[in-house]
């Protein structure tokens, strides 16, 4: 039977049964005897499983058989829910994780059997893992150098590379296991890795790589992997050639011992257990469906009314939409300069503007997904932060249903699990801190999402430390970023979006001040290159809060459209407050720069014609059109020739070619088939 035709719905149902794993066995934690919880919990292991099973991913299957039984015990009461077993399950998730990304990138589940969790499993089916787990735990405390001198050592194997060792030995080869470390300032760690490849395989023959090869092709890796080779050479010089690659910091290696007897005998048993259950598993897999679907109806009378629709297809029905747009735009344009053009052909088009506008709507909602997929995952990592660094905290969540772009949500996951981790880190504050300032034992951590206009708002927030902004000012100063004089003059708030740059991200942890900013430089490009942008306010004494503001949709938006030195631009509306007529005189110089003073506000004036490097074509002694702009809360103010209106336009982007221009965020073609550039005020305030 082939299976291949189903991979995508696996890896769809196998996600959202992780998904519901990892909520539900956090309530777990909360409500050990929670029947429902536990019903939903078995019901998911089950299903996975099946699937599992009909797949034909045994390893996947093992494991989830093993905790199927544990959620089955518990369901009858004849096990307790510990803190020891939801550690173990939760290490059972991740393993699953795993399998699921293995299975993505090469339709093969890998070869980690994950012998040690299912031995863990049973133990707490024979009753003695409540005892064990704890002592377990305190081995790896006594032994970490080992583990992170030996990380090869943690790899095992299926039956087909034990057969290869075998034989390997047969004809008196060694099998030789390399942990190779890149060094930290290394930047092409991918083109580094495939050195040490070409400079191993000159001396050995590559088995086993961790991660694998595509991974490390990818640089999804941080500074360390894994071979297991098999060579007539001595290790020693094995070693020696991977060193021989620059910008390798350290290669380390041992000879691997493997019963491959023994292992072959027990393989083969799992492989008949397997068989023996398969045909119950493709039941499982076609019956559990619709059974799951009673089940639902039973409790809410909600019929699934959703379909699964591929990203790539949306975007070709976007693109058709966007053509739609540039075509009206011409339409438009023609009636316009056509000598009595016919109130006919007027009324055609108003009717075409209102179905482009309504169709184009319908596309967005399509595309719009709730945050709640990304941020899912979130408090589990909490809890795990929370174990890691002793420290008391707990995560509130709201607005877990509000609505992004896909494309949005697909890269906003990484941002917001660095502002998390650094809350947790170094927002919140040690017990015996909070004690001494009378806080509560608890650290709270806050993340808000909600729609402000054609932007979604997502906050991050805790109750801890806030930030120091003299010992930041300090820092800057130490690290070259500003100068002493540059640092008397600063605002708190520009002192404080000193943390972005570039500079501080590469401190390393001396003080709480450079853990806070490290890797914020990479926070905010990605949030930008979203067209978004991120901004901090903070108290010392009582916590910070980081805003990140995101456009709904990065595809078509509202522009107004002006003219600087003959040629055409377009300014989103979204971060457009006003327009306003400005008399030369009004234009006041601070510290050499031109401000203009506004109901009570002195805003900056920025002239494009300058920036962009165009002769204006206006005299410097008629008034300015200036179109106020808004970053967060700055203000200031683009200086234009001329304006020509609103209008509805499709952003094209420009490619890598000039990424380099951050003023630019894309292109638009206008009604008469004119190019016209489109302006980011955030890049330019």
């Known amino acids: 039977m082939d299976v291949n035709q189903y991979l995508e719905i696996f890896l769809d149902e196998t996600k959202e049964h992780l998904e519901s794993l990892n909520a539900q066995i956090l309530n777990l934690e909360q409500t050990p005897d929670d029947a429902d919880t536990i019903n939903e919990i078995f019901r998911a292991a089950h299903s996975l499983k099946g699937m599992a099973g009909t797949m034909g991913y045994k390893r996947m299957q093992a494991l ?84 992170e001198a030996a ?106 011992d493997i019963d491959t007897s023994e292992a072959a005998a027990a393989e083969t048993e799992a492989e008949v257990e397997a ?30 009314r959703t379909v699964r629709v591929d990203i790539e297809k949306l975007d070709v029905l976007m693109n058709l939409v966007s053509e739609l747009i540039i075509a009206k735009n011409s339409l438009v344009s023609a009636s316009s300069t056509e000598i009595g053009a016919g109130s006919g052909v007027n009324e055609h088009i108003e009717y075409l503007e209102s179905v482009t506008t309504n169709l184009h709507e319908s596309v967005m909602k399509v595309r719009m997904v709730p945050i709640e997929s990304v941020v899912n995952k979130f408090p589990r990592m909490i809890r795990d932060l929370s174990k890691k660094l002793n420290k008391k905290m707990e995560l509130y969540m709201s607005g877990e249903e509000t609505e992004l772009d896909r494309t949005v949500v697909d890269e906003i996951g990484d941002p917001l699990m660095h502002l998390l981790r650094n809350s947790a880190d170094h927002g919140l504050e040690s017990a015996e801190v909070r004690a001494q300032r009378g806080k509560p034992a608890v650290g709270s951590i806050f993340l808000d999402a909600y729609q402000d206009g054609n932007n979604v708002v997502i906050e991050v927030r805790d109750d801890g430390n806030g930030i120091d902004v003299e010992a930041v ?69 009582e916590g910070s809060t980081w805003i990140i503001r995101l456009p709904l949709t990065l595809a078509i938006i509202q ?78 103010g683009l200086v234009v020739d001329e304006l020509i209106g609103q209008q509805e336009i499709v952003i094209k982007s420009l490619g890598k070619y000039i990424s380099k221009c951050k003023i ?22």
């Open 64 to 147: 989830t058989h093993d905790m199927e039984n544990v959620f089955s015990e518990i369901r009858n009461g004849s096990i307790k829910v510990n803190s020891n077993m939801i550690d173990t399950l939760f290490q059972c998730l991740d393993a699953l994780e795993e399998y699921t990304n293995n299975i993505q990138a090469s339709a093969d589940e890998g070869t980690n059997d994950n012998q040690a969790l299912i031995n863990q499993l049973n133990e707490y089916l024979n009753g003695g893992g409540a005892q064990e787990a704890p002592l377990k735990a305190a081995e790896k405390e006594a032994a970490p150098a080992d583990a």
């Open 151 to 256: 990380k090869w050592k943690e790899i095992s194997f299926g039956e087909h590379e034990k057969h290869v060792f075998s034989e390997a030995k047969k004809e008196g080869k060694q099998v030789y296991g390399m942990d190779i470390r890149v060094q930290e300032t290394c930047i092409l760690k991918a083109a580094r890795a495939f050195l040490v490849y070409k400079a191993v395989e000159e001396k050995a023959e590559i088995v086993v790589c961790n991660p694998s090869a595509q991974d490390i092709e990818d640089e999804k890796f941080d500074l360390e992997f894994s071979l297991i080779v098999i060579s007539e050479n001595p290790l020693d010089q094995i070693i020696a050639a991977a060193k021989n690659v620059s910008e390798i910091e350290s290669v380390t290696g041992g000879v691997v």
């Open 275 to 304: 068989e023996e259950t398969r045909p119950a598993a493709v039941a499982a897999q076609t019956t559990g469906a619709p059974a799951k679907q009673a089940e639902k109806k039973s409790g809410k009378p909600v019929v699934n």
């Open 473 to 541: 000012k300090a820092k800057a100063i130490e690290r070259g970023v500003i100068t002493p004089e540059q640092g008397d003059s600063m605002s708190e708030k520009d002192i404080i979006n000193l943390l972005f740059h570039a500079g501080f991200s590469t401190a390393k942890q001396i003080s709480d001040v450079s853990g806070r900013g490290v890797g914020l430089d990479v926070v905010k490009s990605k949030i930008e290159s979203l067209s978004g942008d991120v901004e901090v306010k903070s108290k010392l004494g």
């Open 559 to 636: 522009a107004l459209m002006v003219i600087v030195g003959g040629e055409k631009y377009a300014i989103s509306l979204g971060s457009i407050q006003t327009i306003e007529d400005i008399s030369p005189s009004d234009i006041k110089l601070v510290q050499n720069s031109e401000v203009i003073h506004l109901r009570g506000t002195v805003i900056p004036i920025i002239r494009l014609n300058k920036e962009l490097d165009i002769e204006s074509s206006k005299s410097p002694d008629e008034n300015m059109v200036v179109v106020i702009v808004k970053k967060g809360e700055k203000l200031a």
């Open 664 to 685: 630019i965020s894309g292109a638009t073609i206008l009604g008469d088939g004119e190019v016209a550039l489109i302006l980011d005020a955030n890049a330019l305030i």
